[in-house]
């Protein structure tokens, strides 16, 4: 069992930063944490031991819990969608956010 569910567009957000998760994996990884399946019914379906399912969860909640503690205090976290078109303006106001909680 997961130690807590994500939404797929949480799962895909987050498998998007940093080293490239294969398709596969991802999948493996959203009938887990997305869909709540047990690991060991995953690892039957896809023909992989139990281990790699859970070491690719434990791998994913590692990314996590690293980009979680790089958020300095005053900041919120909150998953947006928004349009392609528009991540420039996003990053910018990210920026924007960081240099003004360094100020204080």
């Known amino acids: ?9 949480q799962l895909l957000l ?3 930063q940093g080293k490239k998760i294969d398709n596969r994996t991802l999948e493996m990884l959203e009938q887990v944490l997305v869909l709540g399946r047990a690991q060991g019914s995953v690892a039957n379906e896809y ?3 139990q281990q790699h ?9 590692a990314r996590l819990t690293e980009q979680m503690g790089f958020i300095p205090e005053p ?7 928004i349009h392609p078109d528009l991540l ?3 990053k910018q106001l990210q920026v924007k956010s960081y240099k003004i909680a360094n100020k204080k």
Do not use: C, D, H, Q
């Open 1 to 9: 069992m997961a130690k807590f569910r994500l939404t797929k567009e």
């Open 14 to 16: 987050l498998a998007a």
């Open 47 to 49: 023909g992989v031991t």
């Open 53 to 61: 399912i859970s070491s690719a969860v434990n791998r994913f909640y």
């Open 75 to 81: 900041l919120i976290v909150r998953t947006v969608a």
């Open 88 to 90: 420039p303006e996003l």
